[in-house]
């Protein structure tokens, strides 16, 4: 899989542009802050339509400008082409091979594209949300039944809260036994999610710990378990004491050790960002086995933020196969870590050279 080409317009500060791709390594290089994160958040978002950086789209739009506009090209197994248009005006919207989707949902798993940037740190350090989303973006570009029960449990989720509100405000019409329904379907749901999040981490957990073995040379061990929030139907009166549901997969959590000890309250940074490294290395293998394609690669600046070692056996992974996108503000110390051909494009203002 790879993007063949892109169209960006009124996109931070990309304005207009037409960009051709190599399928298998692009350098984009630059001084900071002239745009080339904005580059990679653009490819992001027309496979995610959602940024990497805000959840807000409407900062995404240039400067005095109604809207943006990304088009692209994605070449899958076999040569077959799909032509993905993301557009936010008023509204956002998806259309792929000039039909639009009926939910801007539906757009996971056509393109998949995972993202190494400095703010990984946080899937180690930071807070439940961010793993969770993590893990929710994992299992939806691989797998669209699961998007399609994630989806239901938000919905479900969100009656149920909007009904304990009800009860725990008193407000006229609201009765405890019509939590009942919610709990049965909060219940299947929960147990589907659970059981793919179990799955999935035991699958990242073998795949990290044989990666991190390597990046460290044997000096760590890195361990990741799940620890799911089952859904406890006995908490229901101190839900309607408070107003929301308080179990479920909405706070999931992972976590990681390193040699045994807690990596989120007593690793060094440098061991934090091996660690995501690693299971960011590690949810590219897991997308091959599931798709059996390698997925878009997008590197942020990741190689100003490591030592030579960790770099050159990050470089020596992603460089396996598959499409690259890598972001520096010097070509050379990029340019001998790949392997076989590539492309540059330099990024000045907004304007996108190559």
Same mark, same amino acid.
């Given at each position: 899989m790879y993007?063949?080409?892109l %169209?960006?317009?009124?996109?931070?500060?990309i304005?207009e542009?037409?960009?051709?791709?190599n399928?298998?390594?692009n350098i984009?290089?630059?001084?900071n802050g002239?745009?080339?994160?904005?580059?990679?958040e653009?490819?992001?978002f027309?496979?995610?339509a959602?940024?990497?950086?805000t959840s807000c789209?409407t900062v995404l739009?240039?400067?005095?400008?109604?809207?943006?506009f990304?088009?692209?090209?994605?070449? %899958?197994?076999?040569?077959? =082409?799909?032509k993905i248009?993301v557009?936010?005006?008023?509204t956002?919207k998806?259309?792929i091979?000039?039909k639009?989707?009926?939910r801007?949902?539906d757009?996971?798993?056509?393109?998949q594209v995972i993202?190494?940037?400095?703010?990984d740190?946080?899937?180690v350090?930071?807070?439940?949300?961010?793993r969770r989303?993590?893990?929710?973006i994992?299992?939806?570009q691989?797998?669209p039944?699961?998007l399609h029960y994630?989806?239901q449990?938000?919905?479900?989720?969100?009656h149920?809260?909007k009904?304990?509100?009800?009860?725990?405000?008193?407000?006229e019409g609201?009765a405890?036994?019509d939590?009942d329904?919610?709990?049965i379907?909060?219940?299947?749901?929960?147990?589907r999610i659970?059981?793919?999040r179990k799955e999935?981490i035991?699958?990242?957990d073998?795949l990290s710990?044989g990666?991190?073995?390597?990046i460290?040379?044997?000096?760590?061990i890195?361990?990741?378990?799940?620890?799911p929030?089952v859904f406890?139907?006995e908490?229901?009166?101190?839900?309607?004491?408070?107003?929301?549901?308080?179990?479920?997969p909405?706070?999931?959590d992972?976590?990681?050790?390193?040699?045994?000890?807690d990596?989120k309250?007593?690793s060094?940074q440098?061991q934090?960002r091996?660690?995501?490294?690693?299971l960011?290395?590690?949810e590219?293998?897991?997308?091959y086995q599931?798709?059996?394609?390698?997925?878009?690669?997008?590197l942020?600046?990741?190689?100003?933020?490591l030592?030579?070692?960790?770099?050159?056996?990050?470089?020596?992974?992603?460089? %396996?196969?598959? =499409?690259i996108?890598?972001?520096?503000?010097?070509?050379?110390?990029?340019?001998?870590l790949?392997d076989g051909e590539?492309?540059?494009?330099?990024?000045?203002?907004?304007?996108i050279?190559?």
């Amino acid at each position: 899989m790879y993007l063949s080409s892109l %169209q960006i317009r009124n996109f931070r500060n990309i304005k207009e542009t037409q960009l051709q791709f190599n399928p298998r390594v692009n350098i984009i290089l630059g001084k900071n802050g002239q745009g080339k994160t904005n580059l990679l958040e653009a490819i992001y978002f027309l496979g995610i339509a959602r940024s990497f950086r805000t959840s807000c789209d409407t900062v995404l739009i240039t400067q005095g400008m109604d809207g943006f506009f990304l088009s692209g090209i994605v070449v %899958q197994q076999h040569n077959i =082409q799909d032509k993905i248009d993301v557009f936010l005006e008023d509204t956002k919207k998806v259309r792929i091979n000039n039909k639009f989707l009926p939910r801007i949902i539906d757009l996971i798993g056509h393109f998949q594209v995972i993202i190494f940037f400095p703010e990984d740190l946080h899937l180690v350090k930071g807070t439940p949300d961010i793993r969770r989303r993590f893990l929710d973006i994992l299992l939806s570009q691989s797998d669209p039944q699961y998007l399609h029960y994630l989806q239901q449990y938000h919905k479900i989720h969100k009656h149920r809260n909007k009904m304990l509100w009800q009860l725990k405000t008193g407000q006229e019409g609201a009765a405890i036994s019509d939590i009942d329904v919610w709990d049965i379907q909060l219940q299947e749901t929960s147990n589907r999610i659970i059981k793919a999040r179990k799955e999935s981490i035991k699958v990242l957990d073998g795949l990290s710990t044989g990666i991190h073995h390597q990046i460290t040379t044997g000096s760590e061990i890195v361990k990741i378990s799940y620890k799911p929030s089952v859904f406890n139907k006995e908490k229901r009166f101190d839900e309607i004491r408070k107003g929301h549901t308080l179990s479920g997969p909405h706070l999931d959590d992972m976590c990681f050790q390193i040699n045994g000890i807690d990596a989120k309250k007593f690793s060094s940074q440098g061991q934090q960002r091996t660690a995501a490294i690693s299971l960011r290395l590690a949810e590219m293998e897991y997308l091959y086995q599931q798709i059996k394609e390698l997925p878009v690669l997008l590197l942020d600046d990741v190689c100003s933020e490591l030592d030579d070692v960790r770099k050159g056996y990050l470089m020596k992974a992603v460089n %396996q196969g598959g =499409q690259i996108f890598i972001t520096t503000t010097e070509l050379d110390t990029v340019r001998e870590l790949m392997d076989g051909e590539y492309k540059v494009f330099t990024v000045k203002d907004g304007l996108i050279i190559g």
